[in-house]
């Protein structure tokens, strides 16, 4: 049983980190003035 369950947390920790880089990438592309637009 606790194996199993590791498991399943593996997974859905692995799930929240895909989702939270999909998240960025999006707020990435919406917002490029964060990164593009900075004084030199």
């Known amino acids: 049983m606790d ?3 590791e498991g399943a947390n593996k ?3 692995s799930s929240q980190a895909d989702s939270l880089i999909k998240i960025s990438r999006i707020w990435a592309d919406f917002f490029p003035a964060n990164t593009s637009n900075q004084p030199i």
């Open 11 to 13: 997974q859905v920790i």
């Open 3 to 5: 194996i199993s369950k």
